[in-house]
């Protein structure tokens, strides 16, 4: 997710004066903002990170690790920082809440988000879910205008299928893979990509990937190209996505 961000967002932060960074819900360690602080600097030098928890004593654990561009704050979905940031991650923070919340909660974090201007589409919300062990991750990516995109990332030596993804995905698209629904019909349709590109799997299933992918581009507006598809990555407009109600 941070190396995606940053690919796809890092232009936006580069051109702000002072770009801010919420690592929202980073959990019991500080770890997921000190990479996310690492991964944005390689993109954009001036960006700063600050973490938000909930919980007062992952803060006071975290603030050891506090450096320059790095702080830790107590906080929730009212994001306490003292400027609109440019980019939210909230990670694995959304699963346990029903879906019927989902709306409300994107949109009060998107209310936080730097306006779109004349030269900037604005700040990114990017919310999604992944495993333990982050081999397969799905997200949503949300500007002050709405959602934008799906993206689903894998460890391609880990997958046996394209829709083992469907464990993964964010809380507003896990309960809408059922027959009827967009993105049922999109992980079947990867699947079917994936089984015609099984001759592919000679040269690696980075290639097989890529080839599904191309082909899976015919049917569905995938908005990135082979340069992220190596990354084990494909990225739809959210639009062909979206639950039908």
Not at 118 to 145: F, Y
Request: overall charge positive.
């Amino acid at each position: 997710m941070d190396r995606w961000i940053a690919a796809v967002h890092g232009a936006e932060l580069r051109r702000a004066a002072d770009p801010v960074a919420v690592d929202l819900g980073y959990g019991a360690a500080p770890w997921t903002a000190v990479e996310l602080l690492h991964r944005l600097r390689t993109a954009a030098p001036r960006a700063r990170v600050v973490g938000v928890e909930i919980e007062p004593a992952r803060v006071t654990a975290a603030k050891p690790y506090e450096r320059e561009g790095l702080v830790f704050r107590h906080g929730g979905f009212e994001v306490p920082v003292p400027r609109r940031p440019h980019l939210i991650r909230a990670a694995n923070v959304l699963r346990q809440y029903d879906e019927e919340e989902v709306a409300a909660v994107w949109e009060r974090l998107r209310a936080r988000l730097a306006p779109a201007d004349g030269h900037s589409r604005g700040g990114l919300l990017v919310e999604g879910t992944c495993d333990e062990i982050g081999r397969r991750h799905v997200w949503v990516a949300l500007g002050p205008e709405g959602p934008r995109t799906v993206t689903f990332a894998t460890r391609l030596g880990s997958l046996d299928r394209p829709s083992d993804l469907a464990e993964r995905l964010p809380k507003a698209l896990i309960h809408r893979n059922v027959r009827g629904e967009p993105v049922h019909a999109f992980l079947r349709d990867f699947d079917r990509a994936w089984a015609s590109a099984a001759p592919y799997a000679s040269y690696g299933a980075r290639q097989r990937w890529i080839r599904s992918v191309r082909d899976l581009a015919a049917d569905w507006p995938v908005t990135d190209g082979p340069t992220r598809w190596r990354q084990g990555e494909v990225t739809v407009a959210w639009r062909a996505l979206a639950p039908r109600d």
